[in-house]
Every structure is written in structure tokens, then in C-alpha cells.
């Protein structure tokens, strides 16, 4: 469960609501510690002066801007802290725009705001009002000494507010045009552009966002949870790009079939106008299937791993690649 | 059009001319464009007969008439290529024209070409089997699409097995759901039947057993059309059969029941229309794949 991480008032004309700070997402990058290769040994890092190669200490260090090569003014903790912005817990709404008026290229960092204590029907009139209004507020506060500009707008009956860049921070494209464009791009061609409308138009869906992953920590994951259980690991990484699932499938539909016909043989889906039915086959196929088979609840939560183990006992499975991949699956939850 | 060299015997050892191709292809015109409309469509073309040079075309002739319909697909190495629709009974006269004698259309229609309306095997006997070999798989495979809640036809390929479709006509499917489903599919009747089915393209395993051919349910190949005329010796053609044709053959082991000549096709027709029609519009679904990837 997150915490909050800090907490504030919404303010704007005569309404304030405090609300506190979640952040919207949870970093999901492996993280490595540094090891000496020879016996393990973490390893640390420290300050040392370039002059002496002595250790320094945190309150020794002062922050230099170089101004010119080798050359710099120097600033002390407590000058810096002259200059921070007021410490307010304040997050004042300056203004109410449509969201299609922000390019996503100014959006930083997700948070999530809740109701502080007390302060429950205030932030639902203001969620609501928002989402009525469908308007997003731009507003201001300090977090962490640092002044931010902000988003918020309603998503459900939850505020949202997204750290913003300023427009300073921000990259304008004309000045890398000879950059992004080493020659100049031509006009396309009617016929061209034709045809990659047709291109979107059959790529075109809904977003979802769930059907993106980050393979590469799922596999990365895998690997390490391999190595965690004293299992060499040689190329579990490199799977290639898309092993056939097929004998995956084949084990599974013939479980739920024999599921099927363990359960109600007689009560066959009705066949084509042109009947004629195959019940000699019917019996003999039945009894050699449900052999293997399981009950249909089993087969529905537990299809994954025990449609594993008949395709790995048929010919036909392909080696141990689609394990590599279940096994991704269950590290990254 | 000009309808050119109609005397040219286009199957030698039947006779059977150029302008008998023309004719069946106009006369079996009501019953087959529906399902050749809309789907890019691979020509495959005899210019000297079943017996000479032979060609497969994806690009429609350039020297078209202007009144040809195309629709222009993206291949993967190739760019866009501008495939024949055949939608009219002038363009399939025109077709046979160019002794494309053997019609190949794609699983999906132009509109959408990742998306096939259809899941195809092609039941493929390795002598000494034959298509009564190819009939005992394909009532395994209606069995096993029964069980799934969901009904296939079988048509004969023209040659010397069996095709079994299986109709989805559903909004959201891929070559991805219907190729992995129909390996699958292969792989369990080889499991269940390792004497009679492979499910490997590999020619020497095909002896004596039925090859499921599974692999067709790929963007970049086509299955022939149903009532397309094949390159044949004899002026045979792809023909929808009902499933009680397909079992008494099968019972009376008759594999000749089982092959029809473009005369036989259109007396069939007259008799029981297109038997391929509920292909046309029939939606079904496949069963679920077990986990989500």
C-alpha cells in the first residue's frame, strides 16, 4: 500500500480542500547492486576531492556553477535555502483549460490526490464540478523545494494531477529541424498518402493499455528467478521471436474437449443442415479422450500448468521455450 | 471483351477447350462470386493448357480491361500489389479468358486482409491414401469442431483430397488466432491418430497418411476457390459436398463419388444450390485461448 507523500489544500477562490499526495505509478525497473566479480563484496561509492584523493564529507560539500571553464561561484547550503520557493502546502489553481490544449509533451510525473480528513464532500463537489465542466486546472505548488506546475483533472470520482514542465523546459522543434531532418522531406504522393491511411485505418483500435508490456523485464525477471534456483542459465533471454504456442493450445483443447464430452456426451451442438452423424467414431473417440482428461473446473484455473505438462510429453512440444515464457508471466506479478 | 482461340483444347486428354472452360465459369458465375467478392485473388494461369507452362499471378494484369476491379494490398517484401477482385460474371468470362483456370482467392476479404472470415484445412492424402483417407479425418475434424459448438463444410479440393471450412465471419479475428488454432487442431489429430494424420508439411511422412494442412490460415496464401475448375488431367473442380455424401462415400469406401467434372458441378448445382452458402455468412467463434499472452 503507498503512502502519502505529502499532503496539502487545493485552493481556489473560496473553496479549499486539503488533500493528500500519492504518486499514480510504481517504478517497475529491475534494480542491480554493484558486486566485486571475485568473492561478492558490495561494493560503495565515495566523495573524494580530485586534489588529495581524501574522502569528503556531506557537510563539507558546497555547489559550484561553473561559469567558465575551471572557474566557478560557489554557493552554501544556506544561501541556497534563501532562495527556495515559500514553503506552502498550497496547490493554487490558476486557471481552467481543456485537456486537448496540453500536448502530453508537458506532462511529467502522475499523482493521485485524495481527501484529507474532514475534506471528503469538498473534494467530491470539486471532482464533480471538473468533470461536469469536463475542464482540467492548472495550477502551482512546492514540493520538495521545488516549484512545479501541475494538472489536475478529475478521472472517475478520484483527482488526478500531473506534474507539468514548463514551457522553458521544453524542447522547441524548430530549433532542431536540422537535426530531426538531414535532407528535406518531399511531398508525398497522393497515391502514397492513400495508402498509409488505408495502413492506419487497418491498424487502427482502441487503446488498451494492458496489452503493452515491458517483455524485456518480464524475460529479464525470469532469468533472474532461474539463477535464484541454482538453474544454469545459458540464453534464456534470447527466446526466439515467436515460438509456435500451438502444442500449448493442442494440449489445452484437448482437455476442455474431453471436459465436453466427459460431461455431456449426449448433448452434441446441433451440425450442419446437411445432418448425417458420426456416432460410431463418437464413443471410441470419447473414452480415448477423457483418459487424459481432467474435470472442466480443473482444466479452466489450471490449464496453464497442466496443459504444459501433456505438450511436453507429446513429441510435438517444443522444448522448454514455452516454459521460459510462463514463467515470465508469473515473476512479473 | 474479346473472347479469343475458344477452339484451343486446354485439357488434352479430356478434350475439354478453352471455350468450354469460358462457359462453365459463366454458367457456375451465380453461385461462386459471393465467394470470391471481395477478396484479393491469385490467378493461376495455363496459356497452353493444363498439360504446358504454368503460372501463378498476384498482380492483375496490367493490360486490364478498365472496368476490372482491384484493390491494392501491402505485401511484405514486395510493397503493394494490385490483386483481381473477380465480383461480376464479366470478370470471371474475362478471367477464363486468360486461362487462369485455377482461382486461389485469400481467406480475408481486401477490406481487411489480416482478418481472415474463414479457418481452412486442407486434407492432403500421401499415396497409397486417398480421399477416403481424407474423409475419415474430415469427419474427425467436424466431430471435434462439434464439440467446440461450431459446424464446417467440407468440399472437395478438385484434385485428390479434401478442404474443411470452418466459418467464423467474426469482427475480431487474425491469422495469428487461426493459424496457431488450426496447428493445434492438426496436432491434436496426430496425437490421436499417429497411423493416418501428420500434421508436417514434410512430403516423405505423408506416405499412406492424410497431411492436415493447417498452414494455409496465412495472410500470404490462398486456398482455391470453391467451384474453381483445376489443372487436371480431366476438367475437374473444387465442389462443396454435404456431410451424408461424404459418409456414404466413406462407408462404400468410393472415392469416385467423390470427383466431379465441371459437367457433374453444374448438374449439382441445379440440383441443391451452392451448399457452400452458409460459409458466407455463418458467425461463429472460436473457442478461447486458454491464458491471454
Same mark, same amino acid.
Not at chain 1, 77 to 83: H, Q
Not at chain 1, 120 to 137: G, I, P, S
Not at chain 2, 172 to 200: N, W
Not at chain 2, 249 to 261: M, T
Given at each position: ?85 515559500? /514553503? ?5 489553481? /490558476? ?131 532461474? /539463477? ?106 | ?18 471455350? %468450354? ?58 510493397? %503493394? ?81 479434401? &478442404? ?51 498452414? &494455409? ?43 466431379? %467434372? ?32
Amino acid at each position: 500500500m503507498p503512502r502519502a507523500i505529502w499532503s496539502g489544500t487545493i485552493s481556489f477562490g473560496l473553496l479549499n480542500v486539503p488533500v493528500k499526495l500519492y504518486s499514480a505509478v510504481s517504478k517497475q525497473t529491475v534494480r542491480f547492486r554493484e558486486l566485486r566479480e571475485s568473492d561478492g563484496s558490495r561494493v560503495r561509492h565515495k566523495r573524494v576531492a580530485e586534489a588529495d584523493g581524501k574522502e569528503v564529507s556531506y557537510d563539507d560539500i558546497v555547489k559550484g556553477y561553473e561559469f567558465a571553464p575551471d572557474q566557478y561561484v560557489t554557493l552554501s547550503r544556506d544561501e541556497l535555502s534563501e532562495l527556495d520557493p515559500k /514553503k506552502t502546502r498550497a496547490i493554487e489553481i /490558476k486557471d481552467f483549460v481543456d485537456l486537448d490544449d496540453i500536448d502530453p509533451i508537458y506532462f511529467e510525473h502522475p499523482y493521485y490526490l485524495g481527501p484529507d480528513k474532514g475534506a471528503e464532500r469538498a473534494y467530491a463537489l470539486l471532482t464533480q464540478a471538473m468533470d461536469d465542466a469536463r475542464k482540467v486546472a492548472v495550477a502551482r505548488f512546492v514540493l520538495r523545494n521545488k516549484e512545479h506546475l501541475a494538472a489536475i483533472r478529475p478521472m472517475g470520482d478520484v483527482l488526478t494531477m500531473a506534474t507539468m514542465r514548463f514551457a522553458d523546459e521544453v524542447t522547441d522543434p524548430d530549433d532542431l529541424r536540422s537535426e530531426l531532418f538531414e535532407e528535406k522531406p518531399g511531398t508525398p504522393e497522393k497515391r502514397e498518402l492513400d495508402m498509409a491511411r488505408q495502413l492506419i485505418d487497418s491498424l487502427s483500435t482502441d487503446f488498451e493499455a494492458d496489452k503493452y508490456r515491458d517483455e524485456y523485464r518480464e524475460s529479464l525477471l525470469a532469468m533472474l528467478e532461474r /539463477k535464484a534456483e541454482g538453474k544454469e542459465v545459458v540464453s534464456a533471454a534470447s527466446e526466439e521471436p515467436e515460438p509456435t504456442k500451438a502444442p500449448d493450445l493442442m494440449a489445452a483443447l484437448e482437455e476442455s474437449l474431453a471436459a465436453v464430452r466427459g460431461e455431456s456426451s449426449d448433448e452434441v451442438p446441433a451440425s450442419g443442415s446437411n445432418g448425417g452423424s458420426s456416432g460410431g467414431t463418437k464413443g471410441k473417440r470419447s473414452s480415448k479422450a477423457s483418459s487424459s482428461s481432467t474435470k472442466k473446473g480443473t482444466s479452466k484455473s489450471g490449464s496453464k500448468s497442466s496443459s504444459k505438462a501433456t505438450a511436453s510429453k507429446s513429441k510435438s512440444a517444443s522444448k522448454a521455450k514455452p516454459k521460459t515464457k510462463s514463467r515470465a508471466k508469473a515473476a512479473s506479478k | 471483351m474479346r473472347l479469343t482461340n475458344l477452339d484451343k483444347v486446354l485439357y488434352p486428354e479430356a478434350g475439354f477447350t478453352k471455350a %468450354e472452360v469460358i462457359d462453365y465459369y459463366a454458367r457456375v458465375a451465380d453461385v461462386m462470386l459471393p465467394h470470391l467478392k471481395g477478396r484479393p485473388l491469385t490467378l493461376k494461369r495455363y496459356p497452353d493448357g493444363v498439360e504446358g507452362f504454368n503460372f501463378y499471378e498476384k498482380r492483375c494484369p496490367e493490360h486490364r480491361p478498365d472496368w476490372i476491379k482491384t484493390a491494392t494490398v501491402l505485401a511484405d517484401r514486395v510493397g %503493394e500489389i494490385d490483386f483481381c477482385l473477380c465480383e461480376d460474371k464479366a470478370t470471371l468470362v474475362w478471367l477464363a479468358q486468360l486461362a487462369a483456370i485455377e482461382l486461389h482467392p485469400s481467406l480475408a476479404k481486401a477490406s481487411n486482409v489480416d482478418r481472415p472470415t474463414i479457418l481452412a484445412f486442407d486434407l492432403d492424402p500421401g499415396p497409397p491414401a486417398d480421399i477416403i483417407d481424407c474423409c475419415r479425418i474430415a469427419v474427425r475434424l467436424r466431430k471435434l469442431f462439434e464439440d467446440f459448438g461450431m459446424q464446417s463444410f467440407p468440399k472437395t479440393s478438385g484434385s485428390k483430397g479434401l &478442404q474443411v471450412y470452418v466459418p467464423l465471419n467474426a469482427p475480431k479475428m487474425g491469422y495469428e488466432r487461426t493459424g496457431t488454432f488450426a496447428h493445434a487442431i492438426a496436432l491434436l489429430l496426430e496425437k490421436q491418430y499417429p497411423d493416418e494424420v501428420v500434421s508436417k508439411m514434410t512430403k516423405k511422412l505423408r506416405k499412406g497418411k492424410v497431411l492436415v494442412d493447417w498452414s &494455409q490460415n496465412n495472410r500470404h496464401k490462398t486456398t482455391v476457390a470453391v467451384y474453381s475448375l483445376r489443372a487436371k488431367q480431366h476438367p475437374t473442380a473444387s465442389t462443396p459436398i454435404g456431410w451424408d455424401e461424404l459418409e456414404s462415400a466413406l462407408r462404400a469406401k468410393k472415392p469416385d463419388r467423390l470427383r466431379f %467434372e465441371a459437367g457433374q458441378v453444374l448438374k449439382r448445382i441445379e440440383k441443391h444450390g451452392d451448399l457452400f452458402t452458409p460459409v458466407l455468412k455463418l458467425r461463429q467463434r472460436l473457442p478461447e485461448p486458454p491464458a491471454p499472452a
